[in-house]
């Protein structure tokens, strides 16, 4: 009986996909970017060609897996497969569509699965990594934008399937333009794409930044984690005073989420989280610290151990058993 | 055997105390001022002198009853029955009362329970009041301060203990200072307190309310929730301006709450909540609104149909069975 799996991890920017055994252990795996310019059947393509290459790389055929599991932004509907809105994807996906079963047919994968990719995300360090031996466990991704997933009492929690939208939780009422189109999210000061906004919008006016120049160094035409990481090493003012005013944001959205919730743990994954690693989720502690209620028992507060392959494991568990 | 019960609502401002049949039916009641003078120790004085009253009103002996349930702000130990900081309910309750104890032994109760008020508030609108009939309660108790309960797939959640603090959830980040010490809490624009501190602080200022006569003709020193509704009625700018502001706060607290959770219901109670009624109910909907991340699902939000004794009853529910 198959029992190697695969995994995608589908974000703004890039597809990850992974094959893996029944030990988790990763078997094979290819990264490709995010198409943007064929809708969500383009990314479907994108999805089924970067899993096509983990399978060669393991050297299985997608047919002979137990099946293959995404982990997806948008609102998902797991029984499905379906995915709507979701824009930080590529741009013009607003309405419905059925990814599962455009990765079925066209990979020849006997079993497709959609979850959404902060709640497999948490689920895999729940199960895998950083969150293990916790039961209640928040798992904040922060990367192109910032979502998080839920384990409360042991069992993912996702409301009527729209939970985990910490990014739009309110920290600043009057403040800054989310990308959403909302006023004073917390995304709209922490989300890497709200990040590049503004970074080019002070560009504009005149500022200085060596973000813009690594970009096109690396031939990319958007500023990922790396680049961020990147120009903070070589103390990029603007890169600086960004990354603090975010990890300020994420201070008061966390701690927020913790006085409603009192949950043991929270991990910190994504691009950026992931790419700026401990000394950030340091920073990230001492800015929840005037915010929590409790400020005597505050929650765990780890990275994910999982790094960028989280999500693509969390997304493997989907169709596991 | 006994099924007739107690049960107590200990608010920063009253002390409700009921009694109660197998089938929640109010056998009596009484309603004291909570004392502020003589420490928890005080409060506990002053919840057996409302018990003994109301059990008299309703005919039974104290020791007759099956028990007597607790609703009281603070820390709650439901186990050893003590509260911990419960500093609106008297000044210097800072550290740790044995709060059930001490009732029992001074009431001569056979059975104290003691709850946080607004985890039993919601419990009690979840069995029998608004929010019947769903799973995922978000209960929202405007008062001297704004707590929250939850219910979560049909149970109820306290975290490590301390979850609901909806009050302080950050919706204003270098905003107002927070009667808790902390600068942009939801509750330093929209609790009872910090609204009639602000008030306070205005006359000083120079403006005119009809606030402070409205309290001195009723022969109070503070401004209850019946007060800021007169207040209200009497076209009073100041109080107008104010319960707008708290209005747009809890807007936004919630609806960042919702974002997280995506909870089917909300409900609306507390003293402001439930004097207020639903006018202001639907004041809240339209606040939460733009903040909504899924703004064409929103949650059935509901003005509690328990009210004033809503939290007694859930006390009483505490020793129920």
Same mark, same amino acid.
């Given at each position: ?171 600043? @009422? ?25 970074? @080019? +919008? ?38 600086? +005073? ?48 005037? +915010? ?30």
């Amino acid at each position: 009986m198959a029992t190697t799996r695969g995994g995608i991890d589908l974000g703004g920017t890039k597809i990850q996909a992974i094959i893996v055994d029944d030990d988790h252990q990763v078997l094979g795996q290819a990264r490709h970017p995010t198409p943007k310019n064929n809708g969500p059947q383009g990314v479907a393509d994108g999805i089924v060609a970067a899993f096509t290459e983990a399978a060669a790389d393991a050297g299985v055929e997608p047919s002979a897996l137990a099946g293959v599991g995404i982990g997806s932004p948008g609102a998902v509907d797991e029984q499905r497969g379906t995915v709507t809105q979701a824009r930080n994807v590529t741009p013009d996906w607003t309405g419905e569509f059925a990814l599962g079963p455009a990765v079925a047919s066209a990979s020849g994968a006997s079993k497709v699965k959609v979850g959404h990719d902060v709640t497999v995300g948490t689920q895999a360090e729940y199960v895998l990594g950083a969150a293990r031996g916790f039961d209640d466990v928040l798992g904040v991704f922060w990367g192109t934008g910032v979502g998080a997933g839920l384990i409360l009492g042991g069992k993912i929690w996702v409301g009527r399937g729209a939970a985990g939208e910490i990014g739009h939780m309110v920290v600043e @009422r009057g403040g800054a333009k989310c990308t959403c189109g909302r006023i004073g999210c917390m995304e709209a000061y922490s989300g890497r794409k709200a990040m590049e906004l503004e970074a @080019r +919008h002070r560009v504009e006016q005149g500022e200085h930044t060596k973000l813009f120049k690594i970009m096109e160094e690396r031939g990319r035409d958007q500023l990922s984690s790396g680049i961020w990481a990147r120009a903070m090493e070589h103390d990029d003012h603007m890169a600086k +005073h960004l990354i603090g005013r975010a990890v300020k944001a994420l201070g008061a959205g966390i701690a927020s989420a913790v006085n409603l919730l009192d949950v043991q743990a929270v991990v910190i994954g994504g691009g950026l989280g992931t790419r700026l690693g401990e000394p950030y989720v340091e920073k990230i502690r001492e800015a929840m610290h005037p +915010h929590l209620f409790v400020d005597q028992n505050p929650p765990d507060v780890r990275l994910s151990t999982l790094g960028d392959l989280g999500g693509a494991l969390g997304a493997a568990l989907l169709v596991k058993d």
